[in-house]
């Protein structure tokens, strides 16, 4: 079977290697505070498990097939217009999907990444606050 721990973590892994200015986690709660990601750091990153399903399959002597979806949400705040909040995460989602498509294999934790769905989110803190959300869905293959 697949062990999640290790997709999530070969994400994290090379998000790490790319994206230094980044705040960048894997599996902690999401983030609701926009001074994460602001300012000096150019957005926050989550990586979270996702739904996996087995099926039968058979190829030689491979006896199934995983279709897994880990995500990654990426977040980026303005505290001056919601236009500078979506630059940063268009800008933070672009470097993202850059990493991610350069890493077919998540770092050699799956055998292929078949494409990705987006969702967005605008996270509405009050006055002055524009805090945005990229959900990204990756859809990966994985035999054994």
């Known amino acids: 079977m697949i062990n999640i721990k290790t997709i999530t973590q070969g994400i994290e892994t090379v998000l790490n290697a790319n994206l230094t200015k980044y705040i960048i986690t894997r599996n902690a709660e999401r983030n609701e505070d926009p001074s994460l990601a602001s300012g000096s750091t150019l957005g926050w ?8 399903d087995y099926e039968a399959h058979s190829i030689g002597s491979t006896p199934w097939m995983a279709t897994i979806e880990p995500v990654v949400e990426v977040q980026a705040a303005s505290f001056s217009s919601p236009e500078d909040a979506e630059d940063r995460l ?16 998540l770092n050699n934790t799956v055998d292929m990444t078949n494409g990705y769905s987006i969702d967005y989110e605008y996270n509405y ?4 606050v524009y805090f945005h959300s990229a959900i990204i869905t990756i859809k990966a293959e994985a035999r054994a």
């Open 45 to 52: 990153i989550g990586i979270y498990r996702g739904p996996v």
């Open 125 to 128: 803190q009050g006055k002055e």
């Open 90 to 105: 268009q800008d933070a989602e672009k470097a993202v999907l850059d990493v991610l498509t350069a890493n077919k294999t």
